[in-house]
């Protein structure tokens, strides 16, 4: 019997149906072949450059790190690239390998929209057809998303079944998937799913801690004490941990949305409240009750409302080298509101969860200590709803 | 070895599918107890998965509308001992890999030979994830039923030789539910699994019509239905099991080309 592939310790792995395997199979070759082609890399660079603006700025952030008194924050700005957040980076490398592999179509799920956006931009660069589902929730919740998705000329579907948020949008784009393979790659946009996606959305990520290694060696001559980024899935934070995951004195700290509170069924603390289970094509932790019935999770963020984690995430937990600790809405939505006022700089809510984590950890450690945060995507998108949970109502 | 061989001892078999508890788990025993009387010779029974990524819009619509009724894993199987009591025809579970995981699959396995059933069919379960489930369901004797799609191409001759009970042919791209015709080459398939088992064949997705049904069954040893039976159940609700009594002997009459 052939062995199991792509595992993280006992997580990860290829649940899906029969239909898709030789399309992961394939993806999985054509991955392998391009990842070391000078060729394929010299494209993707020169589309992260001079496309999406990479490298991103690490910024230290002087007067955050005034106002909480304590450990020296540098900020990783990968709400400066194109469209706005990181989803960006992965997009592009899967993009081009999707291009290389003759797929003429993408398709895509999406939760707060930045990934959608991200791949409407790629499709519309790279000259392919694409369709995003998003749960018909969040198409609420991120209008203006939706719109801009059109607006490059992607078809968004909104998603009614189950929850009609993100776990409904990535079980839609799998469906369709195994509907039409020929033509169509599916473009997933966090470290999650069956082999290879978990391996080949890290790698496209990885450039986050790859550069912010280099820069914080430039800037400070030596290793950050902790890298804070924010998981829902967990693309921007498996990005941000990846190159530092060998450098056993840097704390990786992950921080998953808990909504009203991890003591509430209004949580998406997957590693906080979950426990293995088996669905969307891989083992990880997930949110459900004891019958394995997936749990409705809620956050006030559209892109960390997932009931599960990406595999590598799982394992990085289990090992006890990263660390994944709750972040309610309030705490999120302050944070949102104090980076926004001491820095000029508005984070996406999902980014917030990481600067609020910040808040509480930074004061606790002494002057000398260094933390990096990913700020994982801007917070234009969210302006509207925080108005609107601070009893506002603004009209975009 | 499980009973499963029987239900392709009486020419070819028609092999209806029902999700438990939709809407309620007497209609699941009148219903089965229907398509028992009526020549079914093996059903497919379905535990309900609140996220079924492999099924269509009115498979999914079965699995909410059960779990909205209260019905869990544990239920069923109490369900299924009281059934067997009267019912014989071999029966197989149909649910996800993390329905059978999060029960324990020893457990679930145990409670499977206890109750009389004699395999399952996971469709997030491919052949290079069966080997989890595999071993512990051997020690109970439940097979542990592969499935074969229009593109498994190379992979075919791979998850013949390994098969248990039958082998689930999925007609067509895409997930469960009605379909107006089915495009992909059987009889190719057939052939490459022929060569390399003798397990039986069942061809499933998409299937609603006796023609199609008589047509799947010619080229491989019985037919699947699904979507085509819940639809009888959300046009009649309670009164459907003697509409499903019906549908399931004109489907068998016409995989046996009666």
Sequence with gaps: ?396 | MSDIRKAFENGKAFIPFITCGDPDLETTAAAIRAMAENGADLIELGIPFSDPTAEGPVIQGANIRALAGGITTDRIFDFVAELRRDVKTPFVFMTYANVVYSYDAERFMARCCETGVGGIILPDLPYEEKGEFSAVAKQYGIDLISLIAPTSANRIKMIAKDAEGFIYIVSSLGVTGVRSEINTDIGEIVKIIRENTDIPCAVGFGISKPEQAKKMAELSDGAIVGSAIIRLLEKYGKDAPQYIGEYVKTMKDAVMGR
């Design chain 1, 1 to 396: 019997m052939t062995d199991s592939k792509g595992r993280f310790g006992i997580h990860g792995g290829q649940y899906i149906p029969e239909t898709l395997m030789n399309a992961v199979i394939e993806l999985e070759n054509a991955y392998n072949h391009c990842k070391d082609d000078p060729e394929f890399n010299k494209e993707l660079t020169e589309l992260l450059n001079n496309y999406a603006g990479r490298p991103s700025l690490l910024y230290y952030a002087e007067k955050l790190t005034r106002e909480l008194g304590g450990a020296k924050i540098y900020l990783k700005r990968e709400d400066l690239n194109h469209t706005g957040s990181h989803k960006i980076n992965n997009v592009l490398g899967q993009a081009l390998l999707a291009k290389k592999m003759g797929k003429t179509r993408l398709i895509a799920e999406t939760g707060a929209g930045q990934h959608g956006v991200a791949t409407a931009t790629a499709a519309a660069l790279l000259d392919m057809e694409c369709v995003v589902f998003m749960g018909e929730e969040d198409t609420v919740r991120q209008a203006l998303n939706v719109y801009r998705m059109r607006l490059l000329s992607a078809k968004v579907i909104p998603v009614k079944t189950g929850t009609a948020t993100l776990k409904d949008a990535v079980s839609e784009a799998m469906r369709e998937w195994t509907s039409r393979i020929d033509d169509t790659h599916y473009c997933l946009g966090s470290v999650m799913g069956p082999h290879p996606f978990p391996t080949i959305v890290r790698d496209f990520q990885a450039v986050i801690s790859r550069e912010a290694r280099a820069q914080i060696l430039e800037k400070e001559g030596r290793l950050p004490d902790a890298v804070i980024a924010c998981v829902g899935g967990g693309s921007n934070a498996i990005g941000s941990f990846y190159h530092f995951i060998p450098d056993a004195d840097v704390k990786l700290i992950g921080c998953e949305a808990a909504g009203k509170g991890i003591d509430t069924f209004e949580t998406a603390a997957t590693v906080n409240t979950g426990r293995t289970g088996i669905f969307h094509g891989m083992k990880s932790y997930f949110c459900q009750d004891k019958y394995g019935q997936i749990a409705p999770v809620y956050s006030i963020s559209a892109g960390l409302d997932y009931p599960g984690v990406g595999p590598e995430h799982a394992y990085l937990h289990d090992i006890k080298r990263a660390e994944y600790v709750p972040v309610t809405d309030d705490e999120a939505v302050d944070a949102f509101e104090f980076l926004s006022r001491t820095e000029g700089i508005i984070p996406a809510i999902e980014s917030a969860h990481a600067v609020a984590y910040a808040m509480k950890l930074a004061p606790t450690m002494d002057k000398d200590k260094i933390i990096i945060i990913t700020i994982s995507g801007r917070g234009d998108k969210d302006c509207a709803a925080i108005a609107r949970y601070r009893g506002e109502d603004i009209h975009e």
